[in-house]
């Protein structure tokens, strides 16, 4: 049966009449300013369905009428499949569920060392976050030094498509490699037909603020887009920085950016779903650097699940925190980040675990640590039933003013369990006990619990044969990237 | 000379206050009253942005207030090192610097403190944007003769076209003549050895600090 993730979307920041404010303000930034393309061809696709199309400075202008036929055609709710209809994600703009990642260049391992990432910590942390329950699309954690170089992302593909049981959100740094990603999903598949028509993987589209679409990524968003992928099409604005320092500003730039997006990757393929993707952050305004755990990004973050809900798109929020460590001050940000989203609705609460400092560590044990904050959020997010049952008049009747507990009442024993919260490394004993147990504080729990996790045998999600043809694949695409970057070179 | 004074304080307070295009007029009206150019760079927009640095320094101001300070002081020197060169005076430069965003990649704001804090530091700095290929890199460090190579770059992959500029420029002799500084998010300085840079830069106040030990000033 497939997830059916809870519903967000408690948390407003925006009201209502003021969306149409945001709406009107998104508008005229795309019909009067635009939005810079590099890439030809997504210049001459939207100039010939109707956009005015600046050629010498490549800036593009979109108007209200063409905005609205690509929002008729995004589709609201679609689904992204596992390897099993069990990591079936059934995406609508309520439902909310979790991506790990990404692109962590360097680790913190469970000896307590920092180092660059390699190729093994990929699958390690690929097998620990297929583990956790509340993990329900899976991304590449890290950036492994030992094969980072042109063509790279074909082989971290290989890597965690064949580990995971979850839908796989990929990325593409070049055209080539959109097809190559197929050809490996379709070895699983049967065929690229049926691997582009029950996605098991999406392509992510990061592009710049301001109001910039880089050749690349229009290249793989158009690419993905041909053949139905679906696209996270993601804006990583630095509040202050590269977009205004009022978050109403910020939500204005992010909207204009991702919409253009959204169109051409519609004029291209109608129907192909699109979700507003955001990793924003705040700029530090002392070093200018980007802060994912920061109280004001964690505001950008629900407020534009508002903003593309508006627009009847799935939308993807979270980022990193800004810990080095595995400590109070990860555990405070951690929370505050993923409840937060939660609550405000993100259908995609995105790099939620393990990713630290800037994007560039990744923590087996935070890793751990999060799915426990994580459950926990959800579980507040849940909320609670109100029905005559629940409201127990008759069992306070019953045990009324004179009773002593409610222990030994049949609705306690029968309804606690589908209620109650389970903790896995949080401890709640009291000191003597606590110190008995060995007096561990949770990133020791979390690192015990790490790595019994990693010591279980896991089978790959794809059978030997399977995952050796997808190698095939994917270093044969990496032999050929590097052929055309030496011919570009040259 | 009470007047000249005035209107060196002045200048002074506007880079001060970051007003960029008053900055740029105060510099021309110096020029107006006759005043020697070089002594409205020493007195007026030198003392300016070293007031800056110290308030940078306690805390007192933050990037917005240094980089608009740093642009005020960029406008103001126009007018004044056009007059100066039109004497056929050489101002002193720290040194040159090329500085850019490498090939494929698009960030730009990373590079650009960088060069302005460079610029406002005294050192004469060629920007040439983003999206800069080795080639580009390379025919500018030789048509100005650059000191100092700067290259930035926000993605991990992009990052790997540092090596390959600087491949190039041992090909084309020129890695000896020049020092080479590169930073942005993923670059460590374990990578700027690896790939035989001659430094890292954490932030641009680094960046300064390392084009100044290069050129060999304390």
Known sequence: MARRGIRGGLLEFIEERDLDQFYFAILEILNEVGVHMEYQPALEMLRDHGAQVDFDNRVVKIDEAMLKQALLTAPSSFTLYGKSSDWDVKVDLERVYTIGGSCALSVLDLE????????????????????????DIMHQMVVPSDVLETGYELINFSTCFTHTTRNYYSQALSVESVQDQ???????????????????????????????????????????????????????????????????????????NVLAGVV??????????????????IADMRTGAYCGGAPETNLIHAATAQIAHYFGLPYQGGTCIDAKLPDAQAGYERALQVLTNILAGTNFVHLSYGMMEQMLLASYEQCVIDEEIISCAFHIAKGFEVNDFTLSVELLRRVGPLGDHFLTQKETRDYYRQVRWEPTITNRDRWDAWERAGAKDMRQMANERARAILAEDRPLAVTQEQAEEIERIAQDGVKRALARRGQAEE | MAREKDILDELCQ???????????????????????????????????????????????????????AAEAMKRGLEPLEERISEMGVQRQTLGVVVIGTVKGDLHDIGKSIVATMLSANGFTVHDLGVDVSPDRFLAQVEETGADILAMSA????????????????????????????????????????????????????????????FMGIQ
């Open chain 1, 264 to 281: 051409l990757a519609q004029l291209i393929n109608p129907g192909t779903p699109c979700i507003f993707s955001i990793a924003s952050g």
């Open chain 2, 14 to 68: 506007k880079v001060i206050e970051g007003e960029i295009e008053e900055t740029y007029l105060l510099a021309q009206e110096v020029l107006e009253m006759g005043l020697d150019p070089l002594k409205a760079i020493d007195e007026g927009l030198i003392p300016g942005i070293v007031e800056v640095g110290r308030r940078y320094d306690v805390g007192e101001y933050y990037l917005p207030e240094l980089m608009m």
């Open chain 2, 154 to 213: 926000l993605l991990p992959t992009t990052m790997l076209y540092m090596e390959t500029v600087i491949q190039e420029a041992q090909k084309r002799g020129l890695r000896d003549r020049i020092k080479i500084m590169v930073g942005g998010a993923p670059v460590t300085a374990a990578f700027a050895q690896r790939i035989r840079a001659d430094g890292y830069g954490d932030n641009a106040f680094d960046a300064v600090r390392l084009a100044r030990q």
């Open chain 1, 112 to 135: 307590g060392n920092h180092r660059p990432a390699l190729r093994e910590d990929l699958v390690q942390f690929t097998r620990l976050l297929d583990a956790l329950p509340n993990l």
């Open chain 1, 182 to 256: 197929i050809k490996m999903a379709a070895v699983i598949q049967g065929s690229e037909e049926e691997a582009c028509r029950n996605p098991m993987f999406t392509e992510v589209v990061c592009m710049i603020s301001p109001l910039k679409h880089g050749r690349l990524m229009s290249a793989v968003l158009m690419e993905s887009a041909r053949h139905a992928i679906p696209l996270y099409i993601e804006v990583d604005a630095l509040c202050g920085a590269t977009t205004p320092v009022p978050i109403a500003g910020t939500l204005v730039e992010q909207a204009a």
